[in-house]
Protein backbone atom coordinates (compact mmCIF):
# COMPACT_ATOMS: atom_id res chain seq x y z
CA UNK A 1 0.00 0.00 0.00
CA UNK A 2 1.24 3.34 -1.09
CA UNK A 3 1.72 6.22 1.70
CA UNK A 4 2.71 9.74 1.41
CA UNK A 5 5.01 11.38 3.60
CA UNK A 6 4.42 14.18 5.55
CA UNK A 7 6.70 15.65 8.69
CA UNK A 8 5.64 14.85 11.94
CA UNK A 9 5.11 18.56 13.26
CA UNK A 10 5.60 22.31 11.96
CA UNK A 11 5.43 24.96 14.16
CA UNK A 12 5.78 28.46 13.23
CA UNK A 13 4.80 32.13 15.28
CA UNK A 14 1.69 34.56 14.68
CA UNK A 15 2.59 35.94 10.92
CA UNK A 16 4.85 33.44 9.88
CA UNK A 17 4.28 31.38 7.25
CA UNK A 18 5.15 27.70 7.56
CA UNK A 19 4.98 24.74 4.77
CA UNK A 20 4.21 21.50 5.05
CA UNK A 21 5.60 19.09 2.35
CA UNK A 22 3.80 15.34 1.42
CA UNK A 23 5.81 13.40 -0.53
CA UNK A 24 4.68 10.79 -2.56
CA UNK A 25 5.86 8.73 -5.67
CA UNK A 26 5.29 8.77 -9.43
CA UNK A 27 2.19 6.49 -8.86
CA UNK A 28 0.65 9.35 -7.15
CA UNK A 29 1.51 12.88 -6.66
CA UNK A 30 3.68 12.63 -9.35
CA UNK A 31 1.41 11.50 -11.64
CA UNK A 32 -2.26 13.06 -10.77
CA UNK A 33 -2.99 16.30 -9.89
CA UNK A 34 -5.37 15.37 -7.56
CA UNK A 35 -4.10 16.29 -4.25
CA UNK A 36 -6.31 17.76 -1.45
CA UNK A 37 -5.23 19.21 1.87
CA UNK A 38 -7.14 18.80 5.35
CA UNK A 39 -7.03 20.43 8.31
CA UNK A 40 -8.46 18.45 11.76
CA UNK A 41 -8.84 20.31 15.31
CA UNK A 42 -8.98 17.84 17.80
CA UNK A 43 -12.46 16.03 18.41
CA UNK A 44 -13.50 17.18 14.98
CA UNK A 45 -13.95 16.40 11.70
CA UNK A 46 -11.33 16.64 8.80
CA UNK A 47 -12.25 20.42 6.67
CA UNK A 48 -11.17 20.18 2.87
CA UNK A 49 -8.60 23.68 2.24
CA UNK A 50 -7.25 22.57 -1.30
CA UNK A 51 -8.06 20.32 -4.13
CA UNK A 52 -6.56 19.19 -7.32
CA UNK A 53 -3.06 20.57 -5.81
CA UNK A 54 -4.21 24.35 -5.39
CA UNK A 55 -8.12 24.97 -5.24
CA UNK A 56 -9.06 26.37 -2.61
CA UNK A 57 -12.95 25.75 -1.41
CA UNK A 58 -15.06 28.13 -1.00
CA UNK A 59 -15.16 29.88 2.59
CA UNK A 60 -10.81 29.04 2.91
CA UNK A 61 -8.90 32.00 3.18
CA UNK A 62 -6.54 32.86 0.61
CA UNK A 63 -3.40 32.18 3.76
CA UNK A 64 -3.88 28.61 2.62
CA UNK A 65 -2.06 28.26 -0.65
CA UNK A 66 -0.94 24.28 -2.95
CA UNK A 67 1.41 23.72 -5.08
CA UNK A 68 3.32 21.05 -6.31
CA UNK A 69 6.37 19.79 -7.80
CA UNK A 70 7.16 16.05 -8.93
CA UNK A 71 6.58 13.94 -6.84
CA UNK A 72 6.22 16.26 -3.62
CA UNK A 73 3.35 18.80 -3.05
CA UNK A 74 3.03 21.24 -0.61
CA UNK A 75 0.81 23.00 1.77
CA UNK A 76 1.89 27.26 2.69
CA UNK A 77 0.13 29.00 5.19
CA UNK A 78 1.02 32.54 5.40
CA UNK A 79 0.03 34.87 8.38
CA UNK A 80 -0.58 32.26 10.50
CA UNK A 81 -3.27 32.42 13.70
CA UNK A 82 -3.52 30.92 16.74
CA UNK A 83 -7.02 28.86 14.88
CA UNK A 84 -4.29 27.44 11.80
CA UNK A 85 -2.77 25.33 15.26
CA UNK A 86 -4.39 22.01 13.72
CA UNK A 87 -3.64 18.58 12.38
CA UNK A 88 -2.91 18.47 8.45
CA UNK A 89 -3.21 16.02 6.11
CA UNK A 90 -2.27 15.47 2.93
CA UNK A 91 -4.03 12.80 0.44
CA UNK A 92 -3.45 11.76 -3.12
CA UNK A 93 -5.21 9.84 -5.78
CA UNK A 94 -2.98 6.88 -6.77
CA UNK A 95 -5.88 5.45 -9.61
CA UNK A 96 -8.04 3.82 -8.61
CA UNK A 97 -6.91 4.39 -5.26
CA UNK A 98 -6.33 7.43 -2.28
CA UNK A 99 -4.11 7.33 0.08
CA UNK A 100 -3.35 10.30 2.69
CA UNK A 101 -0.14 10.94 4.21
CA UNK A 102 0.32 10.56 7.96
CA UNK A 103 -0.37 14.29 8.94
CA UNK A 104 1.55 17.00 10.53
CA UNK A 105 0.89 18.73 13.79
CA UNK A 106 1.10 22.29 12.81
CA UNK A 107 1.97 24.31 16.38
CA UNK A 108 1.71 28.29 16.45
CA UNK A 109 4.42 29.38 18.99
CA UNK B 1 -27.13 23.32 2.86
CA UNK B 2 -25.36 19.80 3.00
CA UNK B 3 -25.01 17.24 5.34
CA UNK B 4 -24.18 14.16 6.19
CA UNK B 5 -24.40 11.13 9.02
CA UNK B 6 -23.23 8.14 10.28
CA UNK B 7 -24.82 5.54 12.37
CA UNK B 8 -24.54 2.28 13.14
CA UNK B 9 -23.53 -0.29 16.36
CA UNK B 10 -20.80 1.53 18.14
CA UNK B 11 -19.54 -1.93 19.72
CA UNK B 12 -18.42 -4.63 17.58
CA UNK B 13 -17.46 -8.05 18.82
CA UNK B 14 -14.36 -9.39 16.87
CA UNK B 15 -15.22 -11.77 14.10
CA UNK B 16 -18.33 -10.21 12.87
CA UNK B 17 -19.39 -7.54 10.53
CA UNK B 18 -19.09 -3.82 11.03
CA UNK B 19 -22.21 -2.25 9.66
CA UNK B 20 -22.39 1.22 9.20
CA UNK B 21 -24.81 3.79 6.67
CA UNK B 22 -24.42 7.21 5.64
CA UNK B 23 -27.72 9.52 5.28
CA UNK B 24 -27.10 12.28 3.17
CA UNK B 25 -29.43 15.61 3.57
CA UNK B 26 -29.12 18.34 1.26
CA UNK B 27 -28.66 16.84 -1.78
CA UNK B 28 -29.20 13.81 -4.12
CA UNK B 29 -27.03 11.00 -4.06
CA UNK B 30 -26.98 10.57 -7.69
CA UNK B 31 -24.78 13.64 -7.84
CA UNK B 32 -21.88 13.19 -6.88
CA UNK B 33 -19.12 10.48 -5.54
CA UNK B 34 -19.11 9.36 -1.89
CA UNK B 35 -16.48 7.78 0.68
CA UNK B 36 -15.88 5.70 4.17
CA UNK B 37 -12.42 7.08 5.83
CA UNK B 38 -11.13 5.58 9.08
CA UNK B 39 -9.28 7.00 11.71
CA UNK B 40 -7.56 5.16 14.49
CA UNK B 41 -7.29 6.29 17.93
CA UNK B 42 -4.68 9.26 18.09
CA UNK B 43 -3.73 8.36 14.75
CA UNK B 44 -4.11 9.43 11.00
CA UNK B 45 -7.00 9.11 7.97
CA UNK B 46 -7.11 6.02 6.37
CA UNK B 47 -9.15 5.56 2.91
CA UNK B 48 -11.12 3.09 3.08
CA UNK B 49 -13.00 3.07 -0.37
CA UNK B 50 -15.05 5.49 -2.99
CA UNK B 51 -18.71 4.82 -4.49
CA UNK B 52 -20.93 6.11 -6.87
CA UNK B 53 -24.84 5.91 -6.93
CA UNK B 54 -24.48 3.44 -9.54
CA UNK B 55 -22.70 1.03 -6.92
CA UNK B 56 -19.16 1.17 -8.84
CA UNK B 57 -16.87 1.30 -6.12
CA UNK B 58 -13.51 1.48 -5.34
CA UNK B 59 -11.83 -0.01 -1.80
CA UNK B 60 -8.55 0.35 -0.30
CA UNK B 61 -6.32 -2.72 -1.30
CA UNK B 62 -5.69 -3.59 2.34
CA UNK B 63 -9.25 -3.78 3.08
CA UNK B 64 -10.51 -4.81 -0.11
CA UNK B 65 -11.30 -8.44 1.15
CA UNK B 66 -13.69 -7.63 3.83
CA UNK B 67 -14.61 -4.21 2.40
CA UNK B 68 -18.54 -4.42 0.86
CA UNK B 69 -20.42 -1.23 -0.49
CA UNK B 70 -23.93 -0.78 -1.26
CA UNK B 71 -26.07 2.59 -2.49
CA UNK B 72 -29.98 2.80 -1.53
CA UNK B 73 -30.91 5.92 -3.83
CA UNK B 74 -34.46 5.65 -2.55
CA UNK B 75 -33.66 6.20 1.50
CA UNK B 76 -30.29 8.56 0.01
CA UNK B 77 -27.99 6.34 2.11
CA UNK B 78 -25.23 4.38 0.98
CA UNK B 79 -22.92 1.80 3.42
CA UNK B 80 -20.29 0.41 4.65
CA UNK B 81 -19.85 -3.35 5.78
CA UNK B 82 -16.30 -4.71 6.84
CA UNK B 83 -16.00 -8.44 7.48
CA UNK B 84 -13.91 -10.27 10.01
CA UNK B 85 -13.00 -7.45 12.69
CA UNK B 86 -10.13 -7.31 14.98
CA UNK B 87 -9.34 -4.76 17.35
CA UNK B 88 -7.33 -2.67 14.40
CA UNK B 89 -10.27 -2.01 12.96
CA UNK B 90 -11.23 -0.01 16.37
CA UNK B 91 -11.81 3.79 15.06
CA UNK B 92 -13.98 7.16 14.22
CA UNK B 93 -15.38 6.34 10.86
CA UNK B 94 -16.33 9.16 9.02
CA UNK B 95 -18.75 9.14 5.55
CA UNK B 96 -17.50 12.04 3.35
CA UNK B 97 -18.66 13.11 -0.38
CA UNK B 98 -16.86 14.38 -3.42
CA UNK B 99 -18.52 16.61 -5.75
CA UNK B 100 -16.23 16.89 -8.60
CA UNK B 101 -14.50 13.92 -8.80
CA UNK B 102 -11.03 15.09 -8.16
CA UNK B 103 -10.21 12.74 -4.62
CA UNK B 104 -11.47 16.03 -2.78
CA UNK B 105 -13.97 15.78 -0.09
CA UNK B 106 -15.78 18.84 1.20
CA UNK B 107 -18.41 17.65 3.17
CA UNK B 108 -17.80 14.71 6.02
CA UNK B 109 -20.26 13.15 8.43
CA UNK B 110 -19.36 14.04 12.47
CA UNK B 111 -17.83 10.89 12.29
CA UNK B 112 -19.23 7.55 14.16
CA UNK B 113 -16.61 5.94 16.88
CA UNK B 114 -16.74 2.25 16.21
CA UNK B 115 -15.23 -0.19 19.45
CA UNK B 116 -14.06 -3.55 18.29
CA UNK B 117 -14.21 -5.88 21.68
CA UNK B 118 -15.75 -8.89 22.84
Known amino acids: QSALTQPRSVSGSPGQSVTISCTGS?????????VSWYQQHPGKAPKLLISDVNKRPSGVPDRFSGSKSGNTASLTISGLQAEDEADYYCSSYAGPFVFFGGGTTLTVL | QVQLQESGPGLVKPSETLSLTCSVSGVSIRNNFWAWIRQSPGKGLEWIAY???????NENPSLKSRVSISVDTSKNQFSLSLSSVTATDTAIYYC????????????WGQGTTVIVSS
Open chain 2, 51 to 57: VFYSGSS
Open chain 1, 26 to 34: SSDVGRYDY
Open chain 2, 96 to 107: ARDPSNDYGMDV
